[in-house]
């Protein structure tokens, strides 16, 4: 059986989405957690939602676009006296414009929080993945290499493709010292920020959207958090002890074809 007893989890993104459906499995796994959010409210809520099996949660309010965010993750973790032994860098942005309208903003922040954020998290935490020669899970997606009809994502495709190649890079250059990189790329999953891009499409492209899920995915559905959480819990754990530099899709069977 996976425990993850004694053990404690940074997770961003970790109040909503595919990032508490992460947290929950961990925390009925035993683990501690620190979840990052930017709402406050929702923040404290999860936080809450997730203690109730005795499990120590520190909720950290940052927006991880502006500057210090990943400081003042790592200080109040310091503050607190924690270890920690798992850091699962979930916070992303995914804007679907078409590249002829790509503003240089929207562009740098796809870069900002989907693969500058996780660098740099991991590199101020890698003191402690050392002493605990733990393990680090990066989300990538699928559009790091496939593309969909009406889903414009040259920005985000480009931010993805450099997570997995980091993911690789890291994998290799921290295997001496016992820390595991692997990255989950998730297909469509139901969460609030597909929600808000699904929302904002026509009639005519939300249906044509809804009959291309039953169409290009072979289980013909989106995902759930949980269909990502169970498989960051197996890359987690000492089960996947001799797993690093993985890049696994969970997608339904999208990229099959």
Known sequence: MITFKGKT??????????????????????????????????????????????????PVVADMLQAGAVEKIFHSVEKQGIQVDILVNNAGIARFTPFSQMSKVDFDRHFSLNVRVPYFLTQIFLGHLTEARGNVIN?????AKRMLSDRPSTAYSASKGAVESFTKALAFELGPLGIRINAIAPGTVSTPQVAYNHDRLDDEA???????????????????????????????????AWITGGIFPVDGGLTTN
């Open 206 to 240: 939300k249906d044509r959207f809804d009959t291309m899920v039953r169409s290009i995915y072979p289980l013909q559905r989106l995902g759930e958090g949980v269909d990502v959480a169970h498989l960051a819990l197996f890359l987690a754990s000492e089960n996947a």
């Open 139 to 143: 989300l990538s997606s699928y559009f």
């Open 9 to 58: 989890a940074v997770i961003t993104g970790g109040s909503d989405g595919i990032g508490f459906a992460i947290a929950k499995i961990f925390a009925a796994h035993g683990a501690d957690l620190v979840i990052v959010g930017r709402n406050p409210d929702k923040l404290a809520e999860k936080a809450h939602s997730l203690t109730l099996n005795g499990n120590h949660v520190l």
